[in-house]
């Protein structure tokens, strides 16, 4: 069993920047993959960003790409999303979620745990 919890979240201009944190609690095993995820008002949950637990892959979604950087501390048992040149269009509930043994790490169906989130609010 894990339980994730965000924070970092909040409010900031665009072209700001947020880093956003992810503590896992319980055991998470090598092979679990952490994924971001957020979902703005009347829009469906989408893919952000994704790591490998031990290893240093990482995956992103286009429109993020080049602005958010994903990384992690094991020791710490906590994943990050560094998001900078925040846009309006960043402003969503940021979810995290774990993934054991995942291989598609950009459908969140397949994730096992998941966090309840933590708002991103951008002004223009």
């Known amino acids: 069993q894990v339980h994730l919890v965000e924070s970092g979240g909040g409010l900031v201009q665009a072209g700001g920047s947020l880093r956003l944190s992810c503590a896992a609690h319980?055991?998470?095993?090598?092979?679990?993959?952490m994924g971001w995820f957020r979902q703005a008002p009347g829009k469906e949950r989408e893919f952000v960003a994704a790591?490998?637990?031990?290893?240093?892959?990482?995956l992103y979604t286009d429109s993020v790409k080049g602005r958010f950087t994903i990384s992690r501390d094991n020791a710490k048992n906590t994943v990050y999303l560094q998001m900078n040149s925040l846009k309006p269009e960043d402003m969503a509930v940021y979810y995290c979620?774990?993934?054991?043994?995942?291989?598609?790490?950009?459908?969140?169906?397949?994730?096992?745990?998941w966090g309840q989130g933590t708002q991103v609010t951008v002004s223009s």
């Open positions: 979620a774990a993934d054991h043994y995942g291989t598609m790490w950009w459908r969140g169906g397949e994730y096992d745990y």
């Open positions: 319980g055991r998470l095993f090598s092979s679990y993959v």
């Open positions: 790591i490998s637990w031990t290893g240093n892959s990482t």
